[in-house]
């Protein structure tokens, strides 16, 4: 009820609001109508004229104020140059197609709400495409590059030849960014007014550019103004799931823990099985004692019912995908017995009860939340010799007993506690790879979620059904996968770059979206991007007859009633749209139709373009199309001649999908413009839906109807029970993005200013006097580090801090200078300054040690070329940083995986990943510029150069242990010193950085670096 006021009121704040643009609408059609008698050259003069202005408007209020005045003016440009345009004949993806659209007054609608930075929710087939041009368009004006955002490159291309034809008639230029272009042709593309593509490529473009590039003529993209995302829920919902990320292989790995316990596992995964057919015997056998043959009354029915129900539970906790227990589920009553059985082990608040089930089994596995835990059984069968190798003691106990332990020495607990954390980690890891090979082997089942070919496991996106080739599971899983199908197991790659798409188009300073399902999203969108629903009208009334759905107990009854139902409409002449959630099932159907000789077309999104052609001509008479959900999306489908006659498309759902816009956005499929339509829904028991979120009402009311064989149920009430469980799926799906959204932000704001200083050194003329105030920035944290502000000087570590200057620095730095320099110290540092806060000796070595290496420095330029040299020190600064943040990247992943580990106490695991991602990052800024200051001596842009500057640097150098340029190096010579050739081919290479290379979201150690230097990976940002 409360559900429904809100609605109402929601409903009609919408209508309210599309009602008060009406005055808006009429006045873009007036100014059109004027327009109606200007030349062409009149109107594309107008386009002229606004850019001019506008570009020189710099504040961002300014700009949107001008821009909403002329909003109405430049609508009616776009819709004037439409109509121009109609009976012209354009080329879209080499097929001529003629140009018939001005825009409704609906569509005008539309496209003030994206102007406004909304989303304009426009059911299927209302010409989306075209109302982009509107604010697209004005927005353009302003020269700062508006992105159009598709769900594919066949989407992008398209959509920018076909509204292609509107901006260019006005004057704009459009450009299409496609996977494989090079950096060159991308940048021209960004460099239009307007640009077309999908979201991961402007995700990767920004990476490349930010994470990567280390000059400014490498970056592509420039800024990011508005974009309006095509098929917004898609894309900033489904998408969102996973980051977009720039991976190479790893440097740390423990890949061959995967393949050396998979035996094991897959012994214990098989002893599972065994035991759970017994206990689903034994269930079997107390289920026949429920239904005695001559129907007497049965013993102690209650118990009996219990125990059954208790069994079903372990066996769904031990093997939930098992055929045997399906087939039992089949029967209404022994869900509920199961269920019972689960209410009952799950009110206990100790839960004693249901560990002690679980104890029954090797694992338990929760297949809500992907999760596989091994029991004290199942730990004695792994180890039988020491169960304990697989269990986690309590860190935080465990450390705190050694400090209230008889150890005294501070050094030796330190080490005593270093080495319990080394344990911990590797058992950790031990338990974490168990558990993952766990998962594959029960949850993961082959041709569903994944398939093999050519020796790799290919990911299947549950979503759409297509192949992701080249996507990896993250945490091992894929290398799990790998090792039960005992395929190659492939290096666990490291990421190089990343951001999750939540972050990419908050980047954006005005954001909109357009798709035909937003409004069940609403909460969401407004959420996490600020973004609200404005719900349009459709041009004409939607004509479309959906029918209940029909649920059934089986997934044979399921197809078998599809089947029948294809037959009757095909035979009709109609055609028909079979929607499925999986490539499987398609195959599945496709099978079935075959054998009845049906002719029919079958769609995995796998190849955009063919199938956006397939699947525009599904509105022909007698035809029979069948698609993943995603396969098509955002292709018309146009009804064939006499098709509106006989009833249009009917759109058949094999499977209610868990979120509710999917099953919209099918529906959708048909009727469009205001053409009849229908829609059918058909529901098993046995879908995956139901299974895990169907309620126990169904269960009940199918009972209660008493269900035979093949027989239907359907009811109004049926299809509100189903859509509770959808809701509950939406609720569980997006706490679980907003969990992780929670846990990236803190990676953003580091992100953020690494980026920011990469791309200040990357901009900036000269990077000397930045080069300066790191070296300064870096001497004072070391005297802190190894002086302190007593007066006293003993405690001050004088050897310690000469050793690491001699250690950085070609100095030659002798301990007595720097007792002196101290001693020499009268003046306090001025409030405020970098010095704050040092005492005047303490102040006086600092000033001393700058000063030297300052002069050491110069030394250094007076020997180089100053043009080459100036690239030496930008390209000494972006490796450094990007060499630690990779590093650090690898950090945080672990940390976020240890914490998930630590979570079980009452800390809140994000509390703390706070903290120390806060802790790790404060470290990574001071190794970053204490391994610029190591570096810069250590490069030059020549040969020459380095030898003259060597000769020339202090004596002492050259012979002192360790050296000045650390004595470990690799190719160092025997003396420390590193040979002169290495030194110079690596930065030489950086100033000869020329050919732009192609580069993919995953680099091998062979590939091309993605940084663009046109060398392989495992020789520059790799090494
Ligand atoms: N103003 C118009 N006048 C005539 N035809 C139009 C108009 N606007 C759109 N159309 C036609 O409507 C059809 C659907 O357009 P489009 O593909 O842009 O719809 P959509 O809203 O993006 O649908 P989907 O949600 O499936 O992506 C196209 O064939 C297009 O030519
Ligand atoms: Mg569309």
Redesign the pocket.
């Known amino acids: 009820m409360i559900g429904f006021i809100v609605k109402k009121f929601i409903g009609s704040k919408n209508e309210r609001e599309v009602k008060r643009l009406r005055p808006m609408v009429d006045q873009i059609n007036q100014l059109e109508a004027e327009l109606q008698k200007l030349p062409d050259e009149a109107l594309r003069q107008k386009t002229a004229a606004w850019k001019e202005e506008l570009s020189k408007i710099e504040d961002h209020e300014e700009l949107a104020r001008r821009l909403n005045e002329i909003l109405p003016e430049a609508f009616a440009v776009v819709k004037n140059a439409c109509r121009r345009l109609s009976g012209q004949e354009i080329t879209v993806r080499g097929h001529p197609l003629k140009w018939?659209?001005?825009?409704?007054d609906v569509?005008l609608i539309g496209g003030y709400g994206l102007h406004s930075g909304r989303i304009a929710e426009?059911?299927?087939?209302?010409?989306?495409?075209?109302v982009a041009t509107l604010p697209v368009y004005l927005n353009a004006l302003t020269g700062r590059g508006v992105h159009v955002v598709t769900v594919n490159d066949y989407l992008a291309a398209r959509d920018g030849e076909w509204m292609g034809a509107v901006y260019k008639f006005l004057g704009l230029t459009v450009g299409c960014i496609l996977h494989d272009q090079t950096p060159n042709t991308r940048r021209e593309q960004y460099n239009c007014d307007i640009t077309y593509g999908t979201n991961a490529e402007y995700g990767f473009d920004y990476l490349r550019d930010n994470g990567m590039a280390t000059r400014k003529e490498d970056q592509v993209q420039r800024g990011h103004y508005f974009a309006i995302v095509?098929?917004v829920d898609s894309i900033l919902i489904d998408e969102a799931r996973v980051p977009l990320i720039i991976s190479g292989p790893s440097m740390q790995t423990q890949d061959e823990q995967y393949g050396q316990f998979k035996p094991q596992v897959e012994s214990l995964f098989h002893t599972q099985e065994r035991l759970c057919n017994r206990f689903l015997s034994e269930a079997e056998e107390l289920i026949g004692k429920l239904h005695p043959p001559d129907g007497a009354n049965v013993e102690n029915r209650e118990a009996v019912e219990r125990e059954a129900g208790r069994l079903l539970y372990r066996v769904k906790m031990g093997q939930p995908t098992s055929q045997g227990l399906m087939k039992i589920l089949e029967v209404p009553e022994n869900v509920k017995l199961m269920n019972q059985a689960e209410l009952r082990l799950h009110a206990d608040q100790k839960k004693v009860e249901l560990y002690a089930e679980k104890e029954e089994l090797f694992f338990a596995i929760d297949e809500k939340s992907h999760e596989a835990d091994l029991t004290e059984k199942g730990r004695n069968y792994l180890s039988p010799k020491d169960p304990d190798a697989f269990m986690l003691p309590d860190l935080t106990v465990a450390l705190h007993e050694i400090d209230v332990g008889p150890e005294t020495d501070p050094r030796k607990r330190v080490e005593a506690k270093a080495k319990l954390q080394s344990e911990y980690q590797a058992k950790a890891q031990k338990i974490h790879a168990i558990s993952q090979i766990l998962k594959a082997y029960c949850l993961y089942q082959k041709d569903v979620q994944y398939v093999v070919q050519d020796n790799k496991v290919i990911i299947v996106d549950e979503n759409t059904g297509r192949l992701m080739t080249g996507r990896r599971w993250s945490d091992g899983l894929h290398q799990a996968v790998e090792a039960k199908e005992g395929v190659a197991i492939e290096r666990e790659t490291q990421t190089l770059a990343t951001i999750t798409i939540q972050n990419y188009f908050r980047l954006y300073q005005k954001l909109a979206g357009m798709?035909?399902t937003a409004e069940t999203e609403a909460g969401e969108f407004f959420d996490i991007y600020k973004l609200g629903v404005l719900v349009i009208p459709t041009n004409k009334p939607i004509a479309r007859k959906d029918a209940n759905d029909s649920v059934y107990k089986t997934k044979r009854e399921k197809y078998n009633a599809v089947l029948n139902e294809i037959k009757t409409i095909h035979g009709q002449g109609r055609p028909i749209l079979v929607g499925t959630i999986s490539v499987e099932v398609s195959e599945h159907l496709s099978r079935l139709l075959k054998r009845e000789g049906i002719v029919h077309s079958v769609l995995n999104a796998k190849y955009h373009e063919q199938e956006a052609e397939i699947v525009a001509r599904a509105g022909q008479r007698g035809g029979v199309t069948i698609a993943t959900n995603m396969a098509g999306?955002?292709?018309?489908i146009?009804l064939g001649p006499g098709v509106a006659d006989i009833g249009g498309l009917h759109v058949i759902g094999t499977e209610r999908h868990e979120a509710r816009r999917i099953d919209r956005q099918l529906r959708?499929?048909c009727a469009?413009?205001g053409d009849p339509g229908s829609s059918h829904f058909f529901i098993g028991l046995e879908d995956d839906l139901m299974r895990l979120f169907g309620s126990d009402r169904i269960v009940k009311y199918m009972e209660r109807m008493g269900l035979e064989e093949n027989q239907e149920l359907e009811h109004p009430l049926l299809n509100r029970s189903i859509e509770q469980a959808q809701k509950r799926v939406e609720q569980h799906n997006f706490q679980i993005r907003k969990r992780t959204l929670e846990y990236d932000d803190v990676m953003n704001k580091q992100r953020e200013v690494i980026y920011g200083f990469r791309n200040e050194i990357i901009h900036a003329a000269d990077v000397r006097d930045r080069l300066m105030d790191i070296m300064e920035e870096v001497v004072i944290q070391k005297v802190e580090q190894f002086t302190t502000a007593e007066e006293d000087r003993n405690d001050w570590n004088i050897r310690a801090l000469t050793e690491w200057l001699n250690l950085n620095f070609p100095l030659g730095m002798p301990d007595e200078e720097i007792s002196k320099a101290a001693d020499s110290g009268t003046e306090t540092p001025v409030p405020g300054s970098i010095y704050d806060g040092l005492t005047p000796a303490q102040f006086a070595v600092c000033n001393f040690i700058s000063t030297k290496v300052k002069e050491a420095y110069e030394l250094k330029v007076s020997f180089e070329n100053p043009e080459a040299l100036k690239e030496v020190e930008r390209y000494t600064i972006l490796s450094a940083i990007d060499k630690l943040w990779q590093e650090h990247l690898y950090e945080m992943d672990s940390l976020r995986h240890s914490i998930g580990l630590r979570a079980h106490g009452q800390r809140d695991p994000l509390i703390e990943y706070k903290a120390e991602a806060f802790k790790i990052f404060e470290e990574l800024m001071v190794n970053i510029k204490t391994e610029i200051c190591h570096n810069i001596f250590r490069s030059a842009s020549s040969l020459m150069a380095f030898e003259n500057f060597l000769r020339n640097a202090p004596q002492k150098t050259t012979y002192t242990a360790p050296s000045a340029f650390g004595g470990s190096t690799a190719g160092a010579d025997p003396n420390g010193v590193p040979k002169a050739s290495d030194v110079v081919s690596e930065a030489a290479a950086a100033v000869e950085r020329a050919k732009p290379v192609r580069s993919g979201p995953k680099v091998g150690r062979n590939d091309p670096c993605p940084c663009q230097s046109g060398r392989k990976y495992k020789h520059c940002c790799g090494k």
Not at 100 to 104: H, L, Q
Not at 633 to 636: F, I, L, V
């Open positions: 018939e659209m001005v825009p409704f569509q426009m059911a299927t087939g209302e010409g989306k495409t075209l095509d098929e798709t035909g999306r955002g292709t018309d146009k959708g499929r469009r413009q």
